[in-house]
């Protein structure tokens, strides 16, 4: 609604006084189509702030980056929009003055076809499907066509008026605003410096990672240079604990987890010898059964995979791999005034709950749904402590987990977009009546 009435009013025409224009229809529709490209720089600057993942807005909003990632979409398709209609209008323009045999030659007019195909072929290959399914290739003709989009868009405005009208000001926002949130990844990057993964294959689906000498929470992204020639790339993964456990180290012995389920449950079994403590009340890693760990847990940080077709499949082909890690990012929202707290997970979504819960001073409960336990058995040391039930090989009866929490209580949830979808459904439903606060973590795509 804002671009509309940007676009569009206030607009006064001085025909037949002006020499510029053969009747008012010109004039306006003149007006308008100069607006609209004004109006396509300045998205095109804000798209790419949105897009960042070290976007200022994020700190002064406390918003999601997924949430900046839907504008991000929005906002383009408003900037596509603006700039086809630009070049539409124009090319009538020139045709009712016959004057477009001529200006379709020039270099301005090709730059601004350029520019505008560009944009508008960013949008098929952005659609979920694609993204989704290949990622990387999106990804590569993403910036390929906004590099060649921002550029078009410069040289049309220059070899159209130089720099005198100051409309290539937007161009040069847009691209300090990339120029600093990629210099900002590299010192993300340099910070952490180059390390080695030592990878752990849990089962078919999953693999476990760990990072030594750094520290994090939230999410990270990381690159495996020497995996593949396409040594640009990176993926976001969830910091499920900010130590490494050395293996057989007394320091490893976990908390018992069930799994539960309406009819014939499967019970994961682990060490049975210490027992599930409330959530404020959790021993030191150093410290269990009053046995003293002799060698305490190194730094770094545990990732847990889910291998998919590409980047990830190639992974379970290595034992160690050197990796760089950009770093963290980390939004989780204020829950202090809730004494109570539900975190529903699903598969690798444990990851991005655990943090939320050692960071909440309440009570906390946890319901996890795995298609094998696995992962349930390799996550036992991050478990520990936690008030936790398991759902292994079936889907967690939400309606009966969610309306049977008493009082006002803060709901976590992350997982595959179905249990998202569903978990938002019900909270929902239960706003009208309870105090509860909805927070999903994910990664939009």
Not at 288 to 296: K, L, Y
Not at 316 to 345: K, Q, T, W
Not at 394 to 415: H, M, T
């Given at each position: 609604?804002?671009?509309?009435?940007l676009?569009?009013?206030?607009?006064?025409?001085?025909?037949?006084?002006?020499?510029?224009?053969?009747?008012?229809?010109?004039?306006?529709?003149?007006?308008?189509?100069?607006?609209?490209?004004?109006?396509?720089?300045?998205?095109?600057?804000?798209?790419?702030?949105?897009?960042?993942?070290?976007?200022?807005?994020?700190?002064?909003?406390?918003?999601?980056?997924?949430?900046?990632?839907?504008?991000?979409?929005?906002?383009?398709?408003?900037?596509?929009?603006?700039?086809?209609?630009?070049?539409?209008m124009?090319?009538?323009?020139?045709?009712?003055?016959?004057?477009?045999?001529?200006?379709?030659?020039?270099?301005?007019?090709?730059?601004?076809?350029v520019?505008?195909?560009?944009?508008?072929?960013?949008?098929?290959?952005?659609?979920?499907?694609?993204?989704?399914?290949?990622?990387?290739?999106?990804?590569?003709?993403?910036?390929?066509?906004?590099?060649?989009?921002?550029?078009?868009?410069?040289?049309?405005?220059?070899?159209?008026?130089?720099?005198?009208?100051?409309?290539?000001?937007?161009?040069?926002?847009?691209?300090?605003?990339?120029g600093?949130?990629?210099?900002?990844?590299?010192?993300?990057?340099?910070?952490?410096?180059?390390?080695?993964?030592?990878?752990?294959?849990?089962?078919?689906?999953?693999?476990?990672?760990?990072?030594?000498?750094?520290?994090?929470?939230?999410?990270?992204?990381?690159?495996?240079?020497?995996?593949?020639?396409?040594?640009?790339?990176?993926?976001?993964?969830?910091?499920?604990?900010?130590?490494?456990?050395?293996?057989?180290?007394?320091?490893?012995?976990?908390?018992?987890?069930?799994?539960?389920?309406?009819?014939?449950?499967?019970?994961?079994?682990?060490?049975?010898?210490?027992?599930?403590?409330?959530?404020?009340?959790?021993s030191?890693?150093?410290?269990?059964?009053?046995?003293?760990?002799?060698?305490?847990?190194e730094?770094?940080?545990?990732?847990?995979?889910?291998?998919?077709?590409?980047?990830?499949?190639?992974?379970?082909?290595?034992?160690s791999?050197?990796?760089?890690?950009?770093?963290?990012?980390?939004?989780?929202?204020?829950?202090?005034s809730?004494?109570?707290?539900?975190?529903?997970?699903?598969?690798?979504?444990?990851?991005a709950?655990?943090?939320?819960?050692?960071?909440?001073?309440?009570?906390?409960?946890?319901?996890?749904?795995?298609?094998?336990?696995?992962?349930?058995?390799?996550?036992?040391?991050?478990?520990?402590?936690?008030d936790?039930?398991?759902?292994?090989?079936?889907?967690?009866?939400?309606?009966?987990?969610?309306?049977?929490?008493?009082?006002?209580?803060?709901?976590?949830?992350?997982?595959?977009?179905?249990?998202?979808?569903?978990?938002?459904?019900?909270?929902?439903g239960?706003?009208?009546?309870?105090?509860?606060?909805?927070?999903?973590?994910?990664?939009?795509?």
């Amino acid at each position: 609604m804002l671009n509309i009435v940007l676009n569009a009013a206030g607009l006064e025409s001085a025909y037949p006084d002006s020499v510029w224009y053969s009747s008012t229809t010109v004039e306006t529709a003149t007006y308008i189509s100069n607006r609209a490209g004004v109006l396509s720089f300045a998205n095109l600057s804000l798209l790419i702030l949105y897009a960042g993942r070290n976007n200022i807005l994020l700190y002064i909003t406390d918003w999601s980056q997924s949430t900046f990632l839907l504008l991000h979409r929005w906002v383009a398709r408003l900037c596509v929009l603006q700039a086809c209609l630009h070049s539409a209008m124009y090319v009538r323009l020139y045709q009712i003055s016959g004057t477009l045999s001529t200006e379709q030659k020039l270099e301005y007019w090709i730059w601004g076809i350029v520019a505008t195909l560009a944009l508008s072929l960013l949008i098929p290959p952005s659609i979920l499907a694609f993204r989704t399914r290949r990622y990387e290739i999106f990804l590569i003709i993403h910036i390929a066509l906004a590099v060649l989009a921002v550029v078009g868009c410069y040289e049309h405005i220059f070899t159209r008026f130089t720099h005198q009208w100051g409309y290539e000001t937007w161009i040069y926002i847009a691209i300090a605003i990339w120029g600093f949130e990629r210099g900002i990844r590299l010192l993300r990057i340099a910070r952490n410096g180059l390390q080695t993964a030592t990878l752990t294959v849990i089962d078919e689906d999953y693999l476990r990672v760990d990072i030594p000498n750094i520290t994090a929470s939230g999410h990270v992204y990381l690159y495996f240079p020497t995996l593949t020639w396409r040594f640009w790339e990176n993926h976001p993964f969830s910091v499920a604990d900010t130590r490494i456990r050395r293996r057989g180290n007394p320091s490893a012995i976990s908390s018992p987890v069930i799994a539960k389920g309406k009819k014939s449950a499967e019970t994961v079994k682990v060490n049975s010898d210490v027992s599930i403590r409330p959530n404020r009340e959790r021993s030191s890693d150093s410290k269990i059964s009053g046995i003293e760990s002799s060698t305490p847990p190194e730094t770094g940080i545990t990732l847990i995979v889910r291998t998919r077709s590409g980047t990830t499949a190639q992974l379970r082909n290595h034992s160690s791999i050197r990796v760089l890690v950009e770093g963290a990012y980390c939004s989780h929202p204020d829950f202090s005034s809730y004494a109570n707290m539900v975190c529903i997970a699903g598969g690798v979504g444990i990851t991005a709950v655990l943090p939320i819960i050692k960071a909440f001073p309440g009570n906390v409960k946890l319901y996890w749904g795995v298609r094998n336990r696995a992962i349930v058995d390799e996550m036992e040391a991050e478990l520990k402590g936690i008030d936790v039930d398991v759902v292994v090989g079936r889907r967690i009866d939400l309606k009966d987990v969610l309306e049977g929490s008493p009082g006002r209580f803060a709901v976590v949830a992350s997982g595959p977009p179905g249990l998202a979808d569903d978990v938002r459904a019900i909270v929902a439903g239960m706003a009208k009546t309870k105090d509860v606060k909805l927070y999903e973590e994910f990664f939009a795509w």
